[in-house]
């Protein structure tokens, strides 16, 4: 069966600090994978998509990078870590021809 | 690229009232429409979908409509319960090249009051 991992659960960064966020994908090949952004109470917004390895599309400028070393591996970094960074970051990954799934999510907090 | 509007962003109703959630999306090209259901904390996961060769889809006391000529798209849920309370998003795919993007409404949150 497809799962997704996302790691680490929660996070607290001080400002200026690097972030590395991994995301693992199983049970598929060559998925399309993703990172969103939530802020609280507000919707998902789409940073990066990947439609394979090295393939990178950025959504909105930002002071974040993704990268896809591998098929099924999805990771997004900062070299310098904003306040403004601090969101709800959700890993996903998209099958052909099926829905969405989510990762459990990181909450990163930049303090 | 694609837009999609959804609204209302809060939605109350009484235990065992219907619920409707409408959306919009803007690029005629979209064919997949699902919805996502977010508890507090938690990841978004789909609860229903829609394909665009469907005008409306079912399952127990959640259904989906869609009418491709006004580009709009609807979630009901019927005989509401209070673990219906959460954060729900509905979404446009659409291919572009080779991946398919998922766009998402800016979600609604339903509170189901006993």
């Known amino acids: 069966s497809q799962t997704i991992h996302q790691w680490p659960a929660t996070l607290v960064q001080p400002v200026g600090s690097p972030l590395s966020l991994e995301c693992t994908v199983e049970?598929?090949?060559?998925?399309?994978l993703y990172w969103y952004r939530q802020a609280a109470g507000r919707g998902l917004q789409l940073l990066f998509y990947?439609?394979?390895?090295?393939?990178i599309s950025s959504e909105v400028p930002q002071n974040l990078s993704a990268s896809r070393p591998q098929d099924r591996q999805f990771i997004l970094s900062s070299k310098k870590l904003l306040l403004s960074d601090s969101g709800f970051y959700l890993c996903?990954?998209?099958?052909?021809?099926?829905?969405?799934?989510f990762g459990q999510g990181t909450r990163l907090t930049v303090v | 690229g694609e837009n999609v509007e959804q609204h209302p962003s809060t939605l109350s109703v009484q235990e065992g009232d219907s619920a409707v959630i409408k959306c919009t999306y803007s690029?005629?090209?979209?064919?997949?429409f699902p919805w996502y259901k977010q508890e507090l904390g938690k990841r978004p996961q789909l609860i229903i979908d829609i394909r665009s060769n469907v005008g409306e889809k079912k399952d127990q006391r959640i259904a989906v409509t869609l009418n491709k000529t006004a580009k709009h798209f609807s979630l009901h849920i019927t005989e509401t319960q209070p673990e219906d309370s959460a954060v729900y998003f509905c979404?446009?795919?659409?291919?572009?090249?080779?991946?398919?993007?998922?766009?998402f409404g800016s979600g609604t949150q339903l509170t189901v009051l006993p």
């Open positions: 049970g598929t090949s060559n998925p399309n």
């Open positions: 990947s439609v394979g390895i090295g393939q």
């Open positions: 690029d005629s090209a979209s064919n997949y």
């Open positions: 996903a990954f998209k099958g052909r021809d099926t829905e969405a799934f």
């Open positions: 979404a446009a795919s659409i291919r572009t090249g080779s991946a398919r993007q998922l766009t």
